[in-house]
C-alpha cells in the first residue's frame, strides 16, 4: 500500500544522508516483498508485485466442494496466528478472501497456483491436495494480517518427497508423531515411513500375534520405556496423516533386525529358544528362520493385518543388513515374501539389498548406501544415501547427537545433490524421489529429532520438490534462513549452523 511521507520524515532522511532525489519520488513505498524468494521448497515460478493483501476481522476463506478439507486445515492456522475469525463461506465470494478453487483440470498432482492482491488471495489447482501444498506456499508469505501481492505457479519434481522415523530404537507417542508430521508437512513432505520394528522394539499390535507388542514392545534402547500402537492409534496417525496429503508407508523389517519378535515367540527362531530382549545397538545378528513354514504363515498373518491397515499402496519389508541369513536363504526369503505382499494387495518398498534376490515389477528399492553402487532390477528407487540424506548423522564432530558411521552432514551437504543424476546406473525416469531417515538409536525426545531433523530436512524436501533449475547453495541459504523466525515460533529445535545468516 503506498505510502504518504510527511515533511518531518522526509528532512529526517536527508539530514540522515538519504539521496533527496530518491526520497522526494511521489509515494513510491512498499516494493515488491523478499517473500516470494523465500518460499521453501523453491517454487517452479514466483513473482511479486507492489501492494498486498491485509487479512482483517470480514476476510472470508471460500471453498468450493472438495476443498473444505484444506479449507479447515488454512483456518485452523490462520485463525490463531491473526486473532481474525476467518469464517468459511461457499466458493463464488468476491473480495476481501482467501479462495480455494478447484478448477477441475487435469496435469501433475499437487499442482497449484497461487495468486495475491489487493483484493484477496486466490489459491487453484485440478485437485485438493494441489490445494494444500498451495496453502502451504501461503502459510510461509503471510506476516502478522498481510500477505505480500505476487503469484506462484508450482508442481513437484518427484511425487516422492518422504521422510522415515524410526519408533522401534525409541518409541515415539501418536501425538509426538502427529507433531512430526505436521512439521514435515509444511515443507510439503509426502511421505511417512514409519520404521516400525527392530531388534529393540516392535511397535503395532498384531491381533493375531499379540505378544509381537506386549512382549516385543515392552522395552527400547537402553531399557529406556518402550511402547506400541493399538490398531486404533495406528489407524489415527494414518487418518492424520492422510487429512494432509501424506500417504504413510509402514515398515516391517525382515529377514534381519527381527529380535524383538522372537523373543515373543521362540517357535519363530530355528532352534526355538527366544532370545532375551535386546536393549543395545548393534545390528545384523537376528534373523527369521527362512527354511521353517511357521516363519511364513506369520508374515501372511503381519503383512495381512498391516495390509488391511494401510490405505497406500505399498507395504516396506526392510530387507537390510540380514548378516545373520545366509545369502541363499536371503534371496529365498525376499523372493517368497514379495509374493505375500502381493497376495494381500499391496507392492513392497525395501531397503535396496533387495536388488540381490528377484524384485517384482512394481518393487521399490531404498538406497542407503553411500557409494553411489549399482542398484539393478529395481523398477523404482528411492533415495536415502546415508552420507547426504540421513538425519541421525552428525553436522560435525561436536554435534552431542547422533552417529557418523556414514559421514558427518552439514547443512550445504545435505542440499548439494542431484537425486536425479545420483545412482549412475539408473536413469532419472527410475527415481521416485527422496527420503531423509531418522534412526533414533540415541535420540528419545521430539527436542532431539527436532534439533536432526531441522535445518536438514528442508534440503532434503527441497531436493524432492523444487526443479533442479532452481538449485543454488546461495539462494537456499537465504529460503533457510528466513524459515529461522517460524522455526522459532513453532518451538522447532532446530541446529542453528553457522553456515546459514539466520533471521
Ligand atoms: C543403518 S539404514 C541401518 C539402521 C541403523 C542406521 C543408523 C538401514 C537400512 N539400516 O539399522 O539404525 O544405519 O544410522
Known amino acids: 500500500m503506498p505510502v504518504k511521507l510527511g515533511r518531518e520524515v522526509l528532512a529526517a532522511l536527508v539530514t540522515a544522508g538519504v539521496c533527496a532525489a530518491a526520497v522526494a519520488e511521489p509515494v513510491v513505498a512498499d516494493p515488491p516483498s523478499t517473500a516470494y524468494a523465500e518460499i521453501l521448497p523453491a517454487p517452479v515460478s514466483a513473482r511479486a508485485d507492489r501492494g498486498g493483501f491485509t487479512?482483517?476481522?470480514?476476510?472470508?476463506?471460500?471453498?468450493?466442494?472438495?476443498?473444505?478439507?484444506?479449507?479447515?486445515?488454512?483456518?485452523?492456522?490462520?485463525?490463531?496466528?491473526?486473532?481474525?475469525?476467518?469464517?468459511?463461506?461457499?466458493?463464488?465470494?468476491?473480495?476481501?478472501?482467501?479462495?480455494?478453487?478447484?478448477?477441475?483440470?487435469?496435469?501433475?498432482?499437487e499442482r497449484y497456483r497461487l495468486d495475491v492482491n489487493g483484493r484477496g488471495v486466490t489459491i487453484t489447482a485440478g485437485r485438493a491436495d494441489g490445494l494444500f501444498a498451495g496453502v502451504q506456499t501461503l502459510r510461509q508469505l503471510v506476516h502478522g494480517h498481510t500477505v505480500p501481492a505476487g503469484n506462484v505457479t508450482d508442481a513437484p519434481r518427484f511425487a516422492y518427497r518422504g521422510a522415515m522415523l524410526d519408533v522401534a530404537r525409541h518409541y515415539f507417542t501418536v501425538a509426538q508423531v502427529e507433531r512430526y508430521i505436521d512439521e514435515l508437512v509444511q515443507y510439503k513432505i509426502s511421505v511417512l515411513h514409519l520404521h516400525l520394528t527392530d531388534d529393540q522394539g516392535w511397535r503395532l499390535m498384531i491381533d493375531s500375534w499379540p505378544r509381537l507388542a506386549a512382549v516385543g514392545g515392552s522395552t527400547a534402547v537402553g531399557g529406556d520405556p518402550g511402547g506400541y500402537y493399538t490398531q486404533a492409534q495406528y489407524r489415527a496417525i494414518v487418518e492424520?496423516?492422510?487429512?494432509r496429503f501424506?500417504?504413510?508407508?509402514?515398515?516391517?523389517?525382515?529377514?534381519?533386525?527381527?529380535?524383538?519378535?522372537?523373543?515373543?515367540?521362540?517357535?519363530?527362531?530355528?532352534?526355538?529358544?527366544?532370545?532375551?530382549?535386546?536393549?543395545?545397538?548393534?545390528?545384523?545378528?537376528?534373523?527369521?528362520?527362512?527354511?521353517?513354514?511357521?516363519?511364513?504363515?506369520?508374515?501372511?498373518?503381519?503383512?495381512?493385518?498391516?495390509?488391511?491397515?494401510?490405505?497406500g499402496p505399498y507395504l516396506h519389508i526392510g530387507g537390510d543388513e540380514a548378516h545373520a541369513t545366509s545369502?541363499?536363504?536371503?534371496?529365498?526369503?525376499?523372493?517368497?515374501?514379495?509374493?505375500?505382499?502381493?497376495?494381500?494387495?499391496?507392492?513392497?518398498?525395501?531397503?535396496?539389498?533387495?536388488?540381490?534376490?528377484?524384485?517384482?515389477?512394481?518393487t521399490v528399492a531404498q538406497y542407503w548406501g553411500t557409494t553411489?553402487?549399482?542398484?539393478?532390477?529395481?523398477?523404482?528407487?528411492?533415495?536415502?544415501?546415508?552420507?547426504?540424506?540421513?538425519?541421525?548423522?552428525?553436522?560435525?564432530?561436536?554435534?552431542?547427537?547422533?552417529?557418523?558411521?556414514?559421514?558427518?552432514?552439514?547443512?550445504?551437504?545435505?542440499?548439494?545433490?542431484?537425486?536425479?543424476?545420483?545412482?549412475?546406473?539408473?536413469?532419472?525416469?527410475?527415481?521416485?524421489?527422496?527420503?531423509?531417515p531418522l534412526w533414533t538409536e540415541n535420540l528419545r525426545t521430539p527436542d532431539e529429532l527436532e534439533y536432526m531433523a531441522f535445518p536438514r530436512l528442508a534440503a532434503i524436501a527441497e531436493l524432492g520438490w523444487s526443479p533442479a533449475s532452481t538449485h543454488d547453495w546461495d539462494a537456499f541459504k537465504v529460503r533457510l534462513a528466513a524459515q529461522a523466525p517460524r522455526w522459532r515460533a513453532q518451538g522447532i529445535d532446530f541446529y542453528p549452523s553457522t553456515q546459514i545468516s539466520w533471521r
Open 327 to 362: 545369502r541363499a536363504d536371503y534371496v529365498t526369503f525376499m523372493n517368497r515374501v514379495q509374493g505375500i505382499v502381493a497376495a494381500h494387495g499391496k507392492r513392497v518398498q525395501a531397503w535396496h539389498q533387495i536388488a540381490a534376490a528377484t524384485p517384482l515389477p512394481g
Open 372 to 436: 553411489n553402487a549399482e542398484v539393478a532390477a529395481a523398477t523404482g528407487v528411492v533415495l536415502s544415501p546415508a552420507n547426504l540424506a540421513y538425519l541421525d548423522m552428525k553436522y560435525n564432530d561436536r554435534t552431542p547427537l547422533g552417529q557418523d558411521w556414514a559421514a558427518l552432514i552439514e547443512v550445504r551437504d545435505a542440499y548439494d545433490w542431484d537425486p536425479g543424476t545420483y545412482l549412475p546406473d539408473v536413469p532419472s525416469s527410475a527415481v521416485r524421489g527422496v527420503e531423509a
Open 246 to 311: 501424506m500417504t504413510v508407508i509402514p515398515e516391517i523389517d525382515m529377514p534381519g533386525h527381527v529380535n524383538a519378535a522372537l523373543a515373543a515367540y521362540p517357535e519363530l527362531t530355528c532352534d526355538g529358544v527366544a532370545p532375551p530382549l535386546y536393549t543395545g545397538t548393534g545390528v545384523g545378528f537376528s534373523s527369521l528362520c527362512v527354511p521353517k513354514e511357521i516363519t511364513y504363515q506369520f508374515l501372511d498373518d503381519v503383512i495381512g493385518e498391516l495390509a488391511a491397515l494401510t490405505p
Open 55 to 109: 487479512i482483517d476481522r470480514h476476510t472470508t476463506i471460500s471453498a468450493g466442494p472438495g476443498a473444505r478439507g484444506v479449507a479447515d486445515h488454512l483456518a485452523g492456522i490462520l485463525r490463531p496466528s491473526t486473532g481474525r475469525p476467518l469464517p468459511i463461506v461457499p466458493a463464488g465470494r468476491r473480495g476481501n478472501t482467501i479462495a480455494l478453487t478447484m478448477d477441475g483440470s487435469d496435469g501433475p498432482r
Open 240 to 243: 492424520y496423516a492422510a487429512s
